[in-house]
């Protein structure tokens, strides 16, 4: 493991290079499969659920074991240790509480004509949520996925996880159980994709899909996606660190290692105006490596894809910052409040020195839904916003409808649309 200190513009040119490339994976084996097996649920359900369950994730699968009861989910949730529980439920405050400020309410005004104008806000029916499993466990994929739904007022919230040899993480189902999901199936891959589509019999038909998983999950959301709405599409994760002679080098150490170990193509940036500060850094970086599990994924991640970046000055790095568009960025500066304004691209500013990019993860409120690989440039963190739909409203009487009319006839006819001129001289008082 190496992670390079690079400060000549032709190297800082060649790095975010690399870094376009990042998460390109040619897809065509696998999308021949996912469609095989989308096609496959959209016509068999069940019957098509349950074989490629047992394929994939359980041998012994049984298509009428595939919830997962409340009182599973509640007996996991109680058999957490204490201070775990306790942590969860605290989570589960922060985030729900943040996305409370998000709710949008329905909103009308009458203009200067008398006509009445608006909007009406709806919450979506029925929600899918997907949550990774296997060997990892996500309990927190599923409160920043399932918490915005509540907020919204989705009234169903559809849960879906692979259970690998027929076993839910208890920490996932006790997620389940606090943010109290509607069902909980026990299914995973393109398969729990295309039934979250198309309905089958076990699974009802949802109205959008969010949440992460791996290649097969990503590549069916893009089948689904018109049938029914996605958050999105996820490339790999991403940090960006600016920084000056103020910074705790334990601190930027431990947090540019903190998104590397994620996979083996995350990255991890950090921008720093002091040559001797970027060195300690590294040291700092190095040792706290020495100490970790996950060696084989940092090795690859910290020397294809990140590096230590010094720059002259901090408007340098700010440039440098919003070409980027990183999915979590740190301020690790004194004066880092100071700097805000000039972010223009970030799914997540964390400003000044304690605030770890971990806190955002967990505990800190704001979703850890981000957009990746440069798509901050125009994409938002998941939120309240997802989980809505927008209907204008509009209502006129006679006398503020025959004062635009003529105006309306002058349009239709210059676009050739006799009748949709009609339609507003029809009504001409």
């Given at each position: 493991?190496?992670?390079?200190?690079?400060?000549?513009?032709?190297?800082?040119?060649?790095?975010?290079?690399?870094?376009?490339?990042?998460?390109?994976?040619?897809?065509?084996?696998?999308?021949?499969?996912?469609?095989?097996?989308?096609?496959?649920?959209?016509?068999?359900?069940?019957?098509?659920?349950?074989?490629?369950?047992?394929?994939?994730?359980?041998?012994?699968?049984?298509?009428?074991?595939?919830?997962?009861?409340?009182?599973?989910?509640?007996?996991?949730?109680?058999?957490?240790?204490?201070?775990?529980?306790?942590?969860?439920?605290?989570?589960?405050?922060?985030?729900?509480?943040?996305?409370?400020?998000?709710?949008?309410?329905?909103?009308?005004?009458?203009?200067?004509?008398?006509?009445?104008?608006?909007?009406?806000?709806?919450?979506?029916?029925?929600?899918?949520?997907?949550?990774?499993?296997?060997?990892?466990?996500?309990?927190?994929?599923?409160?920043?996925?399932?918490?915005?739904?509540?907020?919204?007022?989705?009234?169903?919230?559809?849960?879906?996880?692979?259970?690998?040899?027929?076993?839910?993480?208890?920490?996932?189902?006790?997620?389940?159980?606090?943010?109290?999901?509607?069902?909980?199936?026990?299914?995973?891959?393109?398969?729990?994709?295309?039934?979250?589509?198309?309905?089958?019999?076990?699974?009802?038909?949802?109205?959008?899909?969010?949440?992460?998983?791996?290649?097969?999950?990503?590549?069916?959301?893009?089948?689904?996606y018109g049938l029914v709405g996605i958050d999105s599409i996820a490339g790999p994760s991403e940090i960006c660190i600016i920084a000056d002679r103020t910074a705790h080098e334990k601190f930027v150490a431990a947090d540019l290692l903190?998104?590397?170990?994620?996979?083996?193509?995350?990255?991890?940036?950090?921008?720093?105006?002091?040559?001797?500060?970027?060195?300690?850094?590294?040291?700092?970086?190095?040792?706290?490596?020495?100490?970790?599990?996950?060696?084989?994924?940092?090795?690859?991640?910290?020397?294809?894809?990140?590096?230590?970046?010094?720059?002259?000055?901090?408007?340098?790095?700010?440039?440098?910052?919003?070409?980027?568009?990183?999915?979590?960025?740190?301020?690790?500066?004194?004066?880092?409040?100071?700097?805000?304004?000039?972010?223009?691209?970030?799914?997540?500013?964390?400003?000044?020195?304690?605030?770890?990019?971990?806190?955002?993860?967990?505990?800190?409120?704001?979703?850890?839904?981000?957009?990746?690989?440069?798509?901050?440039?125009?994409?938002?963190?998941?939120?309240?916003?997802?989980?809505?739909?927008?209907?204008?409203?509009?209502?006129?009487?006679?006398?503020?409808?025959?004062?635009?009319?003529?105006?309306?006839?002058?349009?239709?006819?210059?676009?050739?649309?006799?009748?949709?001129?009609?339609?507003?001289?029809?009504?001409?008082?």
């Amino acid at each position: 493991m190496m992670i390079e200190i690079i400060n000549e513009k032709k190297d800082i040119d060649n790095y975010f290079e690399v870094l376009k490339k990042r998460g390109n994976v040619n897809s065509g084996d696998f999308s021949n499969v996912v469609k095989e097996i989308i096609s496959d649920i959209r016509e068999n359900k069940d019957q098509a659920l349950e074989k490629y369950t047992k394929k994939f994730d359980d041998k012994n699968f049984s298509i009428k074991d595939i919830e997962v009861s409340k009182e599973e989910q509640e007996k996991a949730f109680l058999n957490l240790d204490e201070k775990l529980k306790n942590a969860l439920l605290r989570s589960k405050e922060r985030i729900y509480s943040y996305h409370s400020h998000q709710k949008r309410e329905t909103w009308e005004y009458t203009d200067s004509i008398g006509a009445k104008l608006g909007q009406k806000i709806t919450p979506l029916e029925r929600v899918g949520v997907y949550v990774p499993g296997g060997k990892a466990a996500y309990p927190s994929s599923v409160l920043m996925n399932v918490l915005p739904a509540k907020v919204a007022g989705v009234k169903e919230i559809i849960m879906v996880t692979p259970a690998v040899g027929g076993v839910v993480n208890p920490l996932v189902l006790a997620a389940a159980y606090v943010c109290e999901v509607t069902h909980l199936y026990k299914v995973g891959g393109a398969q729990a994709i295309g039934a979250l589509a198309y309905g089958t019999e076990s699974i009802p038909k949802v109205d959008k899909i969010v949440g992460p998983g791996n290649i097969f999950v990503a590549l069916a959301k893009r089948e689904v996606y018109g049938l029914v709405g996605i958050d999105s599409i996820a490339g790999p994760s991403e940090i960006c660190i600016i920084a000056d002679r103020t910074a705790h080098e334990k601190f930027v150490a431990a947090d540019l290692l903190g998104q590397a170990e994620h996979d083996t193509q995350a990255s991890s940036t950090l921008f720093i105006t002091d040559m001797n500060k970027a060195l300690k850094i590294k040291e700092e970086l190095i040792k706290f490596y020495e100490t970790s599990s996950r060696k084989a994924i940092l090795d690859e991640s910290l020397t294809n894809y990140s590096k230590i970046v010094v720059v002259n000055t901090i408007d340098e790095a700010i440039e440098y910052t919003n070409k980027m568009a990183p999915e979590h960025l740190e301020l690790a500066l004194d004066n880092a409040r100071s700097i805000v304004d000039k972010i223009k691209n970030a799914g997540a500013i964390f400003i000044g020195h304690y605030a770890a990019e971990a806190l955002g993860d967990y505990m800190a409120g704001p979703n850890h839904v981000l957009p990746t690989v440069g798509t901050a440039r125009f994409f938002s963190p998941l939120g309240v916003d997802d989980f809505i739909k927008k209907s204008s409203l509009i209502e006129f009487d006679e006398k503020s409808c025959n004062l635009l009319i003529d105006d309306v006839d002058r349009f239709a006819n210059a676009e050739g649309l006799e009748m949709h001129a009609l339609s507003a001289r029809v009504r001409r008082g």
